[in-house]
């Protein structure tokens, strides 16, 4: 591979909400420049209009591609996959809005496909509004699974000081239950495990799994799933090599900091994952797609359609999405030489070879 600056490809989500927001600001120094290349799937005309709602950012430069194997290393590279006509309703999803969204998702995807993107940050979408246009996934994540043919991921929360995934996703609480099987915990503990290791260099990571009842169970008295599944699972995931703990109720383990005492956590179904992973890193928290070929990361947040226009979002999980998949990215390099036997200079960039003899910090 020549020796060049990543290629960092970034969809806008939904037009209506914060996403370009987001994206401007987290793109308005032009000091990040100097460290990828953007390419911004979405509209020239809505880029600029976001940029005209954001008083302290005046200018930003910016170069209107047709594909990403033309952007331009100095500038802000935007692929317009939408018609000249799109213009942005801030506040509130549309048919319109949701329609773009699905169009930039497939457009960057193409591209992350054929190699012009290197890495893909996808903006923040409205799941609802993109169903009722024929959206046949409940997110980002299927959507590309699906895209890849790969036949499990993990959706794996990350910050500067927690790592969380999740056995189930996207479905109802409801349902969470009969979703807790011993090869559905044991699939999604060895792809944290091989992500732990491959994406943010950590040799002999050590998991933490939470329980699905209250108190673990309470011996049974709260229900069985520990004893019954979690446990044998987590015996299972030991015996081949993993090192996992637990499980644990999730109250104690995150009001007294237990979580720091390991490199991830095993939540077994979204919010009990997600709602303390937002509470302790809301800022600069990333959701990133582990057990894909390619690496994908998003911000932590949604929309937020009641922000959206008026110059009140923050852009530090957009910029820490960024830099968190040009961290795995790296990470994923420097792996395939060490199992190869080499880490040469055609396989790491410059900054990959300042940090060959330390940890790599990943956002």
Known sequence: ????????????????????????????????????????????????????????????????????????EKRVNIVNCLPE?????????????????????????????AGDIDVLVTGPINKKAMSGQGFGFPGHTEYIQNEFGVGDVLMFMVSSSLRIGVVTGHIPLKEVPSHITEDAILGKLRLMHKSLREDFCIDQPRIGVLSLNPHSGDGGLLGTEEQDIIIPAIRKATEEGILAFGPFSPDGFFGLGHYDQFDATLAMYHDQGLAPFKAISFEDGVNFTAGLPVVRTSPDHGTAFEMAGRDEADPLSMRAAIFAAIDIYRNRRRWKGLQEGRISDDLLGSQDRRERNGKPQIA
Do not use: W
């Not at 960092?8 to 308005?28: F, M, P, R, W």
């Open 1 to 72: 591979m020549q020796n060049r600056k990543l290629i960092v490809g970034i969809t806008q989500g939904d037009s209506n909400g914060i996403g370009y927001e987001v994206i401007i600001k987290a793109l308005s120094d032009t000091r990040i420049l100097d460290q990828f290349t953007p390419v911004v799937y979405g509209s020239s005309k809505i880029f600029s209009f976001y940029r005209k709602t954001i008083p302290e950012i005046e200018d930003i430069p910016t170069n209107a591609v047709n594909k990403a194997s033309d952007a331009h």
């Open 85 to 113: 006509s799109s213009y942005a309703e801030p506040g509130h999803a549309t048919a319109d809005s949701s329609k773009a969204a699905i169009a930039c998702l497939e457009a960057a995807v193409r591209d992350l496909k």
